[in-house]
């Protein structure tokens, strides 16, 4: 099956300092990928797409300077968490679009932990 | 209200019980199903999709859509202490552009299924 990974797995860092987690497609080509993130007993959600080698299209609400998001190729897409604060604190998940055209299914890497202290 | 509903829980079932999950949708648009089990602290996980009405089956799931009554469901049958987890719905609208494969999901219902 696809399978996709993320980097760090958690990462503690100090306020004002800036993160960057990694997600990858392992085993296929990710034209889109997906952040999300997620507070405890609550659902995903969206926080933008990620088009390789396009510019990220963002969720309403989300400050497209604090979340920078970069594609850079059709197997790594980054998210960076600047100046974070302790509200940033949360789960980060990626996910990757099922090649081809005509696939919706999302395969999710394992997410990431940040806590901003 | 939200263009998904899926009741949170929690459900609590016996080893061996037949597990029903549900989620509702108000968006006809939707044509692309899926289910997703996410362990604690884990990235969800996809477990079945289904295209337009119809059912699928995996294993000992069983995945139902009613695009008429614009309801899916997911079945587990024997199920077992190791599928104590929570089980999202997500749906997508078929369409290009910037929206693809966008996903829109239930809330998630948590299941502790006990020895």
């Known amino acids: 099956g696809a399978v996709v990974s993320q980097h760090p797995s958690r990462v503690i860092c100090k306020s004002g300092t800036s993160v960057k987690i990694e997600c990858r497609s392992l085993d296929f080509q990710a034209t889109t990928m997906f952040w999300y993130r997620q507070f405890p007993k609550q659902s995903l959600m969206l926080m933008a797409t990620s088009n390789e080698g396009s510019k990220a299209t963002y969720e309403q609400g989300v400050e497209k300077d604090k979340f920078l998001i970069n594609h850079a190729s059709l197997t790594l897409s980054t998210l960076t968490v600047t100046s974070a604060h302790p509200e940033d604190s949360s789960f980060y998940i990626c996910s990757a679009r099922a090649p081809g055209w005509g696939s919706y299914e999302q395969y999710f890497g394992p997410g990431t932990r940040l806590t901003v202290t | 209200q939200k263009e998904v509903e899926q009741d949170p829980g929690p459900l609590s079932v016996p080893e061996g019980a037949i597990v029903s999950l549900n989620c509702t949708y108000s968006n006809s648009a939707f044509q692309y199903f899926m289910w997703y089990r996410q362990y604690s602290r884990k990235g969800p996980e996809l477990l079945m999709y289904?295209?337009?009405?119809g059912n699928k089956e995996d294993g000992r799931f069983t995945a139902q859509v009613d695009k008429s009554s614009k309801y899916i469901s997911l079945f587990i049958r024997d199920s077992q202490p190791s599928d104590s987890a929570t089980y999202l719905c997500a749906m997508s609208v078929v369409t290009g552009g910037t929206s693809y494969g966008k996903l829109t999901f239930g809330q998630g219902t948590i299941l502790t299924v006990h020895p």
């Open positions: 289904t295209y337009s009405s």
